[in-house]
């Protein structure tokens, strides 16, 4: 089978967490004897700031990780039709240009001989609905949708039983523990700042209480304003700058905890959506603790895949014990690892959107969502 993936960037994880996800999903796909193309504009605003920050070594980390996948550029002019020849399924990601979206909805709607879907994996949907029914989905076969309650969204918008929760997992052939254990030392947290969509609830899970139990802490991100640098400074956390996504691995294996404080839209909004960081941070076997967010489709195993800590006082209990319990530690890597490998690895997820393209073959193609 020809699989074709239209992202904003394969290249760059500079805060575009979907690139996580789509390469261990992609060479879960190769390694099972399919075509892969990835098509990526030609002006990415991630790959930009990457390389103005970091030049061409910035990608020396994906390009060693993943030294199987390469990215197709395209531009307005671009021709399309070649583009997906010889295409079984085409997955366009909600972080493209609407006149792309709009055109290979064009496309299948004339003919196309390809099974197409919009992979959507942000908030944007409740936070800026506007932004993302402004694509026009006409001709679209159905949405993946990286959540339940995201889903739930989609089917109020028209599309039934035409959107497929899809979650996102660790790629597990990159994401694991270590070969050998060394010292641990310390709480590493690897997130952005963004647009003070949690800037309280970091303070309040994580700068304040990795203080308070005697923690070192390692901050890595990108999009951290002066503000925000001096508030960590003030807790005497030590901001390291991005971090390529695939150097995560060597990070979680020199500490000895981190912690999820998801984005406020998450926990009000999308419940049950945990993103990226739960599934890798599980994956590489190094305790988790989480500020509050419920795992409204049990996902995983709270209390003993990871800690919830409810306010910041619990979070600082929580430190505490993980610092001094050897077998707490123990006991949280062997469940959260055993979960991951059970149910939420990229071999899964290639396995389900295989088995939704070959449930959809045949199938006349969902028309636009109702207004």
Not at 10 to 33: D, I, K, P, T, Y
Not at 253 to 265: C, E, G, K, Q, S
Request: proline fraction near 5%; hydrophobic fraction near 45%; glycine fraction near 8%.
């Amino acid at each position: 089978m020809r699989l074709v993936y239209f992202t904003h960037s394969l290249e760059s994880c500079w805060n575009h967490g979907n690139a996580h996800f789509l390469r261990g999903v992609l060479r879960e796909f190769l390694l099972r004897s399919h075509e892969v193309a990835t098509w990526q504009p030609a002006q990415a605003w991630s790959l930009e700031n990457l390389l103005r920050d970091h030049g061409p070594a910035g990608l020396d980390a994906f390009r060693t990780a993943y030294p199987e996948l390469q990215a197709h550029i395209y531009d307005s002019e671009a021709d399309l039709a070649e583009a997906v020849d010889g295409a079984a399924l085409v997955v366009v990601h909600e972080w493209n240009e609407p006149w792309l979206v709009a055109a290979l909805g064009r496309m299948r709607r004339n003919g196309g001989r390809f099974v197409l879907l919009f992979h959507d994996t942000h908030h944007r949907a409740v936070s800026d609905p506007d932004a993302i029914r402004h694509f026009d989905l006409d001709g679209y076969d159905g949405v993946l949708a990286f959540g339940e309650t995201l889903a739930a969204v989609y089917r109020q918008w028209g599309w039934g039983d035409r959107v497929y929760v899809w979650h996102e997992a660790a790629d597990t052939r990159l994401f694991h523990p270590p070969a050998e254990e060394t010292r641990r030392e310390g709480l590493v947290w690897i997130g952005n700042w963004g647009d003070d969509e949690r800037s309280e609830e970091l303070e309040h899970f994580l700068l304040a209480p990795a203080q308070a139990a005697s923690l070192a802490l390692d901050i890595h991100g990108v999009r951290y304003p002066d503000k925000a640098l001096r508030t960590l400074a003030a807790y005497g956390a030590r901001f390291r700058g991005w971090l390529p996504n695939a150097r995560a691995p060597e990070k979680f294996a020199r500490h000895l905890a981190t912690v999820h404080v998801p984005r406020r839209f998450y926990v009000d909004r999308l419940p049950g959506i945990p993103t990226i960081r739960v599934f890798e941070a599980l994956a590489c076997g190094i305790p988790l603790i989480c500020s509050p967010w419920q795992d409204t489709e049990r996902l995983f195993h709270p209390g003993e895949d990871y800690l919830v800590a409810h306010d910041s006082a619990a979070m600082t209990r929580h430190l505490t014990a993980i610092r001094h319990d050897a077998d707490l530690r123990a006991s949280l890597v062997a469940s959260g690892l055993d979960t991951i490998r059970v149910r939420h690895t990229c071999a899964h997820r290639a396995a389900e959107l295989l088995s939704i393209h070959g449930g959809l073959q045949g199938v006349p193609m969902a028309m636009e969502a109702s207004s």
